[in-house]
């Protein structure tokens, strides 16, 4: 990617686990932990990674809730 590409990290969490504001807790908690590790062991620039979270979700992949417990990484558009 250009060094000048942003990116977006979006946490989620199943919504058959837990409470709405438990899932919307942990989802934001997934994205800023990516985003962390990104800057902190990577040396990604914390002005090229922007940060957003969906809470608890329906199954998004394979009919499994515990793939939805993820973080996903898209480019932006600019």
């Known amino acids: 990617a250009p ?5 977006l990290i979006v946490g989620y969490a199943d919504k058959a686990t837990g409470s709405a504001a438990g ?3 942990l989802s934001r908690k997934r994205a800023e932990s990516v985003r962390e590790c990104l800057v902190n062991e990577f040396g990604v ?3 090229r990674l922007d940060v957003s ?3 608890g979700v329906g199954n998004m992949f394979y009919d499994d809730p515990a793939l939805s417990r ?4 898209t480019p932006k558009d600019k």
Do not use: D, Y
Request: net charge neutral.
């Open 3 to 7: 060094a000048e590409a942003k990116f």
């Open 23 to 25: 899932n919307e807790i």
């Open 45 to 47: 620039p914390l002005s």
């Open 53 to 55: 979270w969906k809470g």
């Open 70 to 73: 993820v973080v996903i990484i």
